[in-house]
Protein backbone atom coordinates (compact mmCIF):
# COMPACT_ATOMS: atom_id res chain seq x y z
CA UNK A 1 0.00 0.00 0.00
CA UNK A 2 1.42 3.29 -1.13
CA UNK A 3 -0.56 6.61 0.19
CA UNK A 4 0.07 9.95 -0.67
CA UNK A 5 -2.31 13.28 -1.18
CA UNK A 6 -3.16 12.18 -4.38
CA UNK A 7 -4.03 8.73 -4.56
CA UNK A 8 -3.80 5.23 -2.78
CA UNK A 9 -2.28 2.19 -4.71
CA UNK A 10 -2.49 -1.38 -3.85
CA UNK A 11 -0.30 -4.40 -4.95
CA UNK A 12 1.05 -7.97 -3.88
CA UNK A 13 -1.32 -10.24 -2.05
CA UNK A 14 -4.79 -11.40 -3.25
CA UNK A 15 -4.19 -9.10 -6.20
CA UNK A 16 -1.72 -10.73 -7.80
CA UNK A 17 -4.38 -13.59 -9.20
CA UNK A 18 -5.89 -11.11 -11.70
CA UNK A 19 -8.96 -13.10 -11.91
CA UNK A 20 -9.33 -12.15 -7.99
CA UNK A 21 -11.46 -8.71 -7.64
CA UNK A 22 -10.44 -6.00 -5.10
CA UNK A 23 -11.65 -7.22 -1.30
CA UNK A 24 -13.63 -4.15 -0.82
CA UNK A 25 -12.12 -3.79 3.02
CA UNK A 26 -8.80 -3.01 1.34
CA UNK A 27 -10.11 0.79 0.25
CA UNK A 28 -9.95 3.85 2.80
CA UNK A 29 -10.62 6.75 0.44
CA UNK A 30 -13.71 5.95 -1.28
CA UNK A 31 -16.98 3.97 -0.52
CA UNK A 32 -18.18 1.05 -2.19
CA UNK A 33 -19.84 2.73 -5.35
CA UNK A 34 -23.37 0.04 -4.59
CA UNK A 35 -23.61 2.22 -1.01
CA UNK A 36 -22.74 5.64 -2.32
CA UNK A 37 -25.53 7.98 -2.06
CA UNK A 38 -28.32 8.16 -4.70
CA UNK A 39 -28.46 11.44 -5.11
CA UNK A 40 -25.68 12.99 -6.74
CA UNK A 41 -23.63 16.38 -5.89
CA UNK A 42 -22.31 19.44 -7.77
CA UNK A 43 -19.10 21.21 -7.82
CA UNK A 44 -17.75 24.16 -8.95
CA UNK A 45 -14.11 24.51 -9.69
CA UNK A 46 -12.42 27.54 -11.02
CA UNK A 47 -9.40 26.87 -12.91
CA UNK A 48 -6.49 29.97 -13.37
CA UNK A 49 -4.10 29.20 -16.31
CA UNK A 50 -5.07 25.13 -16.15
CA UNK A 51 -4.67 25.33 -12.30
CA UNK A 52 -7.50 24.89 -9.95
CA UNK A 53 -7.85 27.35 -7.35
CA UNK A 54 -10.96 27.59 -5.97
CA UNK A 55 -14.22 25.01 -5.17
CA UNK A 56 -17.61 26.20 -5.14
CA UNK A 57 -16.09 29.88 -4.95
CA UNK A 58 -14.09 29.11 -1.92
CA UNK A 59 -10.56 30.01 -2.64
CA UNK A 60 -8.27 26.84 -1.24
CA UNK A 61 -4.58 26.45 -1.42
CA UNK A 62 -3.72 22.90 -3.55
CA UNK A 63 -3.38 20.94 -0.50
CA UNK A 64 -6.44 21.80 0.90
CA UNK A 65 -8.35 21.73 -2.35
CA UNK A 66 -7.39 18.06 -3.27
CA UNK A 67 -8.29 16.93 0.23
CA UNK A 68 -11.42 18.39 -0.12
CA UNK A 69 -12.26 17.33 -3.48
CA UNK A 70 -11.13 13.98 -2.40
CA UNK A 71 -13.31 13.59 0.70
CA UNK A 72 -16.22 14.66 -1.27
CA UNK A 73 -15.53 12.09 -4.33
CA UNK A 74 -14.59 9.44 -1.83
CA UNK A 75 -18.08 9.59 -0.28
CA UNK A 76 -19.60 9.07 -3.84
CA UNK A 77 -17.43 6.20 -4.75
CA UNK A 78 -15.37 8.16 -6.94
CA UNK A 79 -11.87 7.26 -8.56
CA UNK A 80 -11.33 3.82 -7.97
CA UNK A 81 -8.41 2.27 -10.49
CA UNK A 82 -8.10 -1.77 -11.57
CA UNK A 83 -4.88 -2.30 -13.61
CA UNK A 84 -2.06 -4.01 -14.81
CA UNK A 85 1.38 -1.87 -15.29
CA UNK A 86 4.10 -2.16 -17.32
CA UNK A 87 6.96 -1.65 -15.69
CA UNK A 88 9.99 0.23 -16.60
CA UNK A 89 12.17 -3.23 -15.75
CA UNK A 90 9.96 -5.05 -18.00
CA UNK A 91 7.29 -6.99 -15.36
CA UNK A 92 3.94 -6.22 -15.50
CA UNK A 93 1.85 -5.99 -11.92
CA UNK A 94 -1.46 -5.15 -11.07
CA UNK A 95 -2.23 -2.25 -9.15
CA UNK A 96 -5.33 -1.28 -7.74
CA UNK A 97 -5.79 3.08 -6.88
CA UNK A 98 -8.16 5.40 -5.26
CA UNK A 99 -8.18 8.89 -6.46
CA UNK A 100 -11.06 10.74 -5.83
CA UNK A 101 -10.33 14.02 -6.02
CA UNK A 102 -8.00 13.82 -8.65
CA UNK A 103 -10.62 12.49 -11.04
CA UNK A 104 -12.83 15.39 -10.34
CA UNK A 105 -9.91 17.61 -11.17
CA UNK A 106 -9.17 15.66 -14.41
CA UNK A 107 -12.87 15.92 -15.97
CA UNK A 108 -13.46 19.39 -15.12
CA UNK A 109 -10.49 20.52 -16.36
CA UNK A 110 -10.86 18.67 -19.60
CA UNK A 111 -14.50 19.69 -19.79
CA UNK A 112 -13.06 23.53 -20.02
CA UNK A 113 -9.58 23.01 -22.14
CA UNK A 114 -13.37 21.99 -24.60
CA UNK A 115 -13.78 25.55 -24.20
CA UNK A 116 -10.57 27.37 -24.18
CA UNK A 117 -7.87 25.59 -26.13
CA UNK A 118 -7.72 26.09 -29.80
CA UNK A 119 -7.83 22.28 -31.76
CA UNK A 120 -4.23 21.87 -32.53
CA UNK A 121 -2.66 23.03 -29.47
CA UNK A 122 -4.99 20.81 -27.66
CA UNK A 123 -3.91 18.28 -30.54
CA UNK A 124 -0.64 18.72 -30.13
CA UNK A 125 -0.62 19.25 -26.36
CA UNK A 126 -2.11 15.56 -25.79
CA UNK A 127 0.30 14.02 -27.86
CA UNK A 128 3.21 15.03 -25.35
CA UNK A 129 0.94 13.26 -22.52
CA UNK A 130 2.04 9.45 -23.10
CA UNK A 131 5.91 11.01 -22.91
CA UNK A 132 5.87 13.28 -19.68
CA UNK A 133 3.80 10.28 -18.06
CA UNK A 134 6.58 7.88 -18.88
CA UNK A 135 9.07 10.32 -17.49
CA UNK A 136 7.49 11.09 -14.19
CA UNK A 137 6.92 7.55 -13.87
CA UNK A 138 10.29 6.46 -14.85
CA UNK A 139 11.80 9.05 -12.39
CA UNK A 140 12.99 11.55 -14.91
CA UNK A 141 11.24 15.00 -12.88
CA UNK A 142 14.63 16.33 -12.84
CA UNK A 143 15.68 15.65 -15.57
CA UNK A 144 16.36 18.75 -18.51
CA UNK A 145 13.79 16.62 -21.13
CA UNK A 146 10.91 16.97 -18.61
CA UNK A 147 11.14 20.31 -18.35
CA UNK A 148 11.18 21.41 -21.89
CA UNK A 149 7.79 19.45 -22.07
CA UNK A 150 6.25 21.01 -18.81
CA UNK A 151 6.73 24.51 -20.50
CA UNK A 152 5.24 23.10 -23.69
CA UNK A 153 2.73 22.20 -21.37
CA UNK A 154 2.36 25.43 -19.34
CA UNK A 155 1.93 27.63 -22.69
CA UNK A 156 -0.49 25.26 -23.61
CA UNK A 157 -2.84 26.01 -20.50
CA UNK A 158 -2.69 30.19 -21.01
CA UNK A 159 -6.14 30.35 -21.67
CA UNK A 160 -7.88 27.52 -19.71
CA UNK A 161 -8.91 29.75 -17.07
CA UNK A 162 -13.10 29.69 -16.23
CA UNK A 163 -15.55 27.92 -13.81
CA UNK A 164 -16.14 23.68 -14.53
CA UNK A 165 -19.36 22.62 -13.13
CA UNK A 166 -19.09 18.55 -12.23
CA UNK A 167 -21.41 16.00 -10.57
CA UNK A 168 -19.94 12.91 -8.84
CA UNK A 169 -22.48 10.27 -8.65
CA UNK A 170 -21.78 6.60 -8.19
CA UNK A 171 -18.81 6.10 -9.40
CA UNK A 172 -18.87 8.38 -12.38
CA UNK A 173 -18.35 12.05 -12.33
CA UNK A 174 -20.68 14.04 -15.05
CA UNK A 175 -19.36 17.24 -16.27
CA UNK A 176 -21.63 19.87 -16.81
CA UNK A 177 -21.29 22.70 -19.34
CA UNK A 178 -18.34 24.64 -17.99
CA UNK A 179 -18.16 28.26 -16.99
CA UNK A 180 -15.44 30.20 -18.85
CA UNK A 181 -14.85 33.85 -18.10
CA UNK A 182 -14.02 36.15 -21.02
CA UNK A 183 -11.50 34.56 -23.77
CA UNK A 184 -11.33 34.86 -27.10
CA UNK A 185 -11.98 31.77 -29.66
CA UNK A 186 -9.53 30.67 -32.28
CA UNK A 187 -12.32 30.06 -34.41
CA UNK A 188 -13.49 34.00 -35.47
CA UNK A 189 -13.37 36.43 -32.94
CA UNK A 190 -16.26 35.56 -31.09
CA UNK A 191 -16.26 35.93 -27.56
CA UNK A 192 -18.11 33.37 -24.77
CA UNK A 193 -19.38 34.96 -21.22
CA UNK A 194 -20.56 32.50 -18.12
CA UNK A 195 -21.64 30.17 -20.56
CA UNK A 196 -23.42 32.20 -23.63
CA UNK A 197 -22.17 33.21 -26.71
CA UNK A 198 -21.78 36.79 -28.06
CA UNK A 199 -21.35 37.43 -31.52
CA UNK A 200 -20.24 40.36 -33.76
CA UNK A 201 -22.40 41.97 -36.41
CA UNK A 202 -21.95 41.25 -40.05
CA UNK A 203 -21.23 37.49 -41.12
CA UNK A 204 -22.93 34.69 -39.11
CA UNK A 205 -21.00 31.39 -39.10
CA UNK A 206 -22.39 29.15 -36.54
CA UNK A 207 -20.53 26.86 -34.50
CA UNK A 208 -21.92 24.11 -32.44
CA UNK A 209 -21.70 25.93 -28.90
CA UNK A 210 -23.98 28.86 -30.57
CA UNK A 211 -26.58 26.22 -31.58
CA UNK A 212 -26.49 25.08 -27.87
CA UNK A 213 -26.94 28.89 -26.77
CA UNK A 214 -30.06 29.11 -29.53
CA UNK A 215 -31.47 25.78 -28.71
CA UNK A 216 -31.36 26.48 -25.15
CA UNK A 217 -32.86 30.17 -25.33
CA UNK A 218 -36.08 28.99 -27.94
CA UNK A 219 -36.68 25.62 -24.97
CA UNK A 220 -36.98 28.95 -22.73
CA UNK A 221 -39.03 30.82 -24.74
CA UNK A 222 -41.27 27.68 -25.27
CA UNK A 223 -41.36 26.66 -21.61
CA UNK A 224 -42.74 30.19 -20.74
CA UNK A 225 -45.15 30.55 -22.97
Not at 151 to 168: E, L
Request: proline share 8%; glycine share 8%.
Amino acid sequence: MDLNLFHISYEGGILEDPWASPPDEIFQMTVSPEHAPDKPLEVEIDYEAGNPVAVDGKKMSPATLLAHLNKLGGAHGIGRVDLVENRYVGMKSRGVYETPGGTILHVAHRGLESLTMDREVLHFRDSLIPRFADLIYNGYWFSPEREMVQAAIDAAQKDVSGTARVKPVQRRVHPRRPQVKTFALPFGHRHIRRGRVYKPKGRRRFHPLERVAVEDQSAARKASA
